[in-house]
């Protein structure tokens, strides 16, 4: 029961691994938030997900694999040459659309409906624009953001922004959340319903 490493993994993964390695890619999703991403997805048949962050697409293949054929999931990425990556492996999956752009404008843009899940795993939509995101959660949805322990590479400033970024959410009276000091460091805020 100690062992919390996942004991399925999405068929694509291996092969995302090797290209995030052979472009030098090191930002990926870790195994356990892609693992919480795969059962959240699968709590909300029918659903729309929203990814913040495509990168190669392993968080998208942990996404995609809880989801089920009705289910619907958007990834934004800027980097074209990084997210060719996760469209060769997944872009036959007709439940994703990809979008190359930049998310902090995407979410200023975007006039749609809104999404039951909200996996933010870039700077917009987390560090810039989270008001903007979290309004296109769903009453009832979930919104989730990682990489929020101390990392050796953190530059000075990103413990403070953190730190901003926590008293914000939590102080918020229309979302219920929760720490989670697992994996890269989670933060996990439900919507309230009504």
Request: aromatic content about 6%.
């Amino acid at each position: 029961m100690h062992d919390d490493t996942p004991i399925t993994t999405p068929t694509a993964l291996p092969s995302l691994r090797v290209a995030a390695q052979e472009a030098g890619f090191t930002r990926s999703c870790e195994e356990r938030t892609g693992s919480l991403l795969s059962v959240l997805a699968a709590t909300r048949p029918g659903g729309r997900v929203l990814e913040l962050g495509t990168g190669v697409g392993e968080s998208t293949a942990w996404l995609l694999s809880g989801m089920d054929e009705t289910s619907r999931l958007i990834t934004v990425e800027r980097n074209p040459a990084v997210q060719a990556i996760a469209r060769e492996e997944l872009g036959s999956d007709a439940r994703v659309t990809f979008v190359t752009a930049d998310a902090g404008p995407w979410l200023e843009e975007y006039a749609g409906p809104p999404f039951d899940l909200v996996f933010a795993d870039t700077w917009p939509g987390k560090f810039t624009h989270l008001e903007r995101a979290l309004g296109l959660v769903a009453p009832g949805g979930t919104y989730l953001i990682d990489d929020l322990l101390p990392q050796p590479d953190w530059p000075t400033s990103h413990t403070s922004a953190v730190k901003r970024l926590l008293v914000e959410l939590e102080g918020r009276s229309d979302f219920r959340s929760v720490r989670l000091a697992w994996s890269s460091g989670l933060v996990m805020a439900v919507r309230a319903a009504g």
